[in-house]
């Protein structure tokens, strides 16, 4: 049998109520949860035997009988889980692309033994520039790519926070090291810096790729979502 649309607005709503904010996995759990309905649910009765189904749906999605602010008991955290492995797995998988590509490689030994070279033939104070430079334009590239997006109100979608996360990665994890070089020789520093901005330029751009496919996957989600 299938369901109204107002029988469907309730399984969403109550979706919402109990825990799964992100619209993308509401969306994936609403269909299993329709499915279910629609197979168990008799014509005659249905009027009186809906929210029955939908609460038998629910249990065997894994949701807690007892919705007293339970929510899920696991079918949304393994949602987010397998999103979230889909998208490191996208990332290292970039990472392995990118340094298979004699190309990329060429690219790279050329960027570090200009970056060397400048180095030796600059004082410190100048390279600490330059240095700071490179290690902000990804972040303004970054916030560009953020506002854009956010004017484009897609809602709080877990797909769209991973592919935000993977984006700014790079950032989050050299920063770290970048500070601790301040504490060390300037020739360290230097020489740790030749070698971190490359890969923090690759992780960027590999981040950046996670991101795109992110956004693709959410555009279509929507506009399925509308049609």
Known sequence: MELTKEQIQYIDHRLENEGVKY??????????????????????????????????????LGWKENFNGGGLDGSDKDALKNVNKEYRKLFFQGFVNFFKSFKNLGFLLCFVMIYYIVSNNINYTIFKRISLVLFLLPMLFFLFYSIKIWSKKYGKSIHLNYGIFYFSFAFMMLNLPIQLLKYTTQNNQKLFTILLIPIYFIATYIGFKVYQKAIAKVEKMRKELLS
């Open 23 to 60: 619209w993308d996995i509401r969306i994936e759990m609403l269909d299993h949860v329709i499915s279910n309905v629609e197979e168990n649910l008799i014509p005659e009765n249905s009027e009186y035997e809906f929210k029955e189904k939908v609460q038998t749906a629910f249990v065997t």
